[in-house]
């Protein structure tokens, strides 16, 4: 089974917009490739830079609520996907980005404001590991954490099919 | 148990159920533009798959950067008109027949009530106005519409949006959706279908609906909708005549859709409009808010007209009811792209795109263009637009620039004052 989990970039704001994660004028790319420089580049967030070590390492997202809203563009899910993340966590997701991350055959992964907190409090270096078959996810920090989650059955099946036109073209 | 219009829909369209809590749902209408299909269309054709489930049901536009401004835009174009041509697809538009997608698709009497619609683009929530369920997705889902003519969603939840009263003078629909995002937030409706509904609803006209719809996504919601009735019927009918003996055969046959009074609501919100003002967004979310009046003096340095939310003829007539015998200010650019070639015919015809232009407005063809930043009117860092789109998210109209939502007869008022200003006063 493909793995999941990487280094954590840690994104401590609700609502974060595609516009943000990919700003429009780069929607006249062809190719996924063409997109990785752009990653985060509108990003409202005081200190935050695109260009640091920390957002070109990552292979993890950690966010807050609402993460993904407005356009329905999946470069927004491309653009992770090319930079190796492929996961992202947060408290909520905007339905269309949600759906992307699983058509795709990424993870997005929904977790309550408490564990949220913990993981935000767990130190500026982070590593998360997924255990998509026991649901669980590892957390390593200043300490170790294991959280426990949830996937919709069906968007499960649709990380494990690969994604929705893998699944959608043996199925349909 | 009763059922929601949206159950309804979900219900007559049900393919699959891959879980209790997720359907497959057959389309009606897949809708494609040029910048979320082409790599849909590389993909399919790298895959071996490079067909089409019905052409008769995709409907396709160019219409974000046209005319193309670069070579990378003209690819994007190419890619899209040839794929069109290859597959046979007759309801296909390019330049000289092309406009904003979510304005000229509604005109061509594409969408019907009941009927299920994707488009790679978020605000296909705005087809929800004719009692349609329409959700915008992206490239995936697009690619397997295009495909298999199937897209999978979550069983539907429905908000009930009452909205009563009596709407006042300069007051519209752009004010009242801002007003219901401003309560609901920017995910007070996620996952949920938004069911506009009462008085004031029965009383808008279509483009109204529209306006009303199209930032449903802008609470989250997965698609706004309209209950289908003699308005809707009205202005579907040269489309439809053939299909029912007269207009109130086709208002009955439409009301079969309609909500059901013991039909179970995952919310209900009700907003009285009699005394609400004009709404104008502040800040890097549509949920951001205010009063015009408390934004009074705001300086703008273009103001921008058009989209899908607010680029028909209706939003037309009402910015130059301020724009006749008015110059606009020194240091605004204004610039209005009526949304459709027809919006901008019948505009022309009515006198108003001379208003716009003897007022000091530049007049571009139709196109989504600078609501995203793309083209046709893209803000310089610090520059503040005020703008008849949805969006005022960080960079969105260009980077570092800062974009004020609010009506087409706000956004007229703005650019005569060269700041934002009540509009009501200059009625």
Redesign the interface.
């Known amino acids: 089974m493909k793995e999941f989990g990487g280094p954590v970039l840690f994104l401590d704001r609700n ?1 974060i ?1 595609t ?2 994660i990919i ?3 780069y ?6 490739m063409a997109l990785q420089p752009f990653m985060l580049e ?3 967030l005081g200190g935050f830079d695109p260009a640091s070590s920390k957002a070109k390492e990552a292979g993890v997202i950690v966010t807050r ?2 993460f993904g ?6 470069h927004a ?1 491309w653009v992770f996907e090319v930079n190796d993340i492929n996961v992202v966590i947060a408290e ?1 997701f ?3 980005f949600r ?2 991350m699983f ?2 055959g990424m993870l997005a992964i929904e977790l309550p404001k408490s564990d949220l907190d913990v993981l935000f409090a767990l130190g500026d270096t982070v590593t998360v590991a997924v255990d998509l078959e026991h649901g669980k996810l590892t957390a390593r920090g200043d300490r170790e954490v294991t959280f426990g989650f949830e996937l ?3 968007d499960r ?1 649709l990380v494990l099919a690969g ?3 893998a699944y ?2 043996q ?2 | 148990m009763g059922k929601t219009i949206a159950q309804k829909i979900f219900d007559a369209h049900l ?2 159920n ?5 359907v ?1 749902l057959d389309l009606d209408v897949v809708m494609c533009h040029e ?2 299909t ?2 849909a269309v ?2 399919l054709e790298a ?1 071996g ?1 490079d067909r089409v489930f019905d052409p008769d049901k995709i409907k396709v536009v160019i219409d ?2 046209t005319p193309s401004k ?1 070579s ?2 003209a ?2 174009a190419k ?1 899209l008109r040839d794929w069109a041509r290859r597959h046979k697809i007759k309801d296909f538009f390019d330049i000289g027949h092309n406009g904003v997608c979510h304005a000229l698709f509604p005109e061509k009497g594409f969408i019907r009530p009941g009927y299920t619609v994707i488009m ?3 605000h ?1 929530c705005t087809h929800g106005a004719f009692g349609a369920f329409a959700a ?6 697009l ?2 519409g295009i ?2 003519g ?1 897209c ?1 969603f ?1 069983q539907p939840e429905t908000m009930r949006i009452n909205i009563t009263g009596t709407l006042p003078a300069g007051v519209y629909a752009k004010d009242v959706i801002l007003k219901i995002i401003k309560e609901l937030t ?2 007070g409706a ?2 949920k279908v938004m069911e506009f509904v009462g008085p004031v609803v029965d009383a808008m006209s279509m483009e109204s609906r529209m306006t009303l719809c199209n930032m449903a ?1 802008e609470a ?1 919601g ?1 698609c706004g909708i309209c209950l289908p009735d003699q308005v809707t019927a009205e202005y579907l009918w040269p489309f439809i005549l053939g299909d029912y003996p007269n207009i109130e055969a086709a208002v009955t046959a439409f009301a079969k859709w309609h909500s059901d009074p013991d039909a179970i609501y995952a919310g209900e919100v009700t907003l009285d409009v009699s005394d609400l003002a004009p709404q104008v967004t502040f800040g ?2 549509p949920d951001e808010v205010k009063d015009v009046t408390g934004m009074e003096g705001t300086p703008v340095d273009q103001v921008y007209l058009g989209s899908c939310t607010n680029g028909r003829i209706e939003d037309l007539r009402e910015a130059a009811k301020i724009l006749k015998n008015h110059k606009i200010a020194d240091t605004v650019r204004g610039i209005l792209s009526p949304a459709t070639p027809a919006v901008y015919s019948q505009a022309l015809e009515e006198g108003i795109i001379k208003i716009f232009m003897d007022s000091g407005f530049c007049v571009t063809n139709p196109t989504c263009g600078a609501c ?3 083209s046709n009117g893209v803000l310089a860092e610090g520059e503040i637009c005020a703008s008849t789109t949805n ?1 005022n ?4 109209m260009g ?1 570092g620039g800062i974009v004020h939502l609010m009506s087409p007869l706000s956004a007229a008022a703005a650019a005569v004052a060269g700041h934002i200003t009540d509009p009501r006063k200059m009625l």
């Open positions: 609502d917009n516009d943000e700003p429009a004028k929607l006249t790319e062809n190719t996924k509108d990003l409202k609520a609402n809203c407005g356009s329905s563009r999946e899910v909520s905007a339905r269309i759906q992307n058509n795709c919709n059955l069906f099946e994604g929705w036109l959608a073209d199925k349909y | 393919r699959d891959p879980s209790p809590q997720n497959v910048i979320t082409p790599i590389t993909d895959r798959m974000h950067v670069d990378k835009t690819t994007q890619i790679g683009d978020s296909t915008g997705v992206g490239t995936t889902d690619e397997v495909l298999k199937v999978s979550r920017v995910n996620t996952d996504i989250g997965t890097y979310k995203l930043g793309m969006r998210f960080n960079g969105r980077k």
